[in-house]
Nanobody, 116 residues
């Protein structure tokens, strides 16, 4: 059974940093591209960062240069380092596989709130 468990969210001031983690289980993590997604109130869920099985990364323009995605296949975990956070980064953040029409069941997500 696939499980995705996001953690690391919280309340941070503009300009601050957070590191999100996603522990994955129930599938072959090492061969699946993985992504971080976010959904703000009243908006569609969007992918903000992705990493392939070979380590190639891709970012949404809105986070390029501020966010860094990485993965540790020994821990079946994908990370999102978020720096220079802005109020518009406020959202629930989720991880799931990337570049697939069939996402895994979504985890609960982790709330990120950027506010002074």
């Amino acid at each position: 059974q696939v499980q995705l468990a996001e953690s690391g969210g919280g309340l941070v001031q503009p300009g601050g940093s957070l590191r999100l983690s996603c522990a994955a289980s129930g599938f072959i993590f090492s061969i699946n591209p993985m992504g971080w997604y976010r959904q703000a109130p009243g908006k569609e869920r969007e992918m903000v960062a992705a990493i392939t099985s070979t380590g190639s990364t891709n970012y949404a323009d809105s986070v390029k240069g501020r966010f860094t995605i990485s993965r540790d296949i020994t821990k079946n975990t994908v990370y999102l380092q978020m720096n220079s956070l802005k109020p518009e980064d406020t959202a629930v953040y989720y991880c799931n596989r990337a570049y697939s029409r069939l996402p895994f069941p979504w985890g609960p997500g982790t709330q990120v709130t950027v506010s002074s």
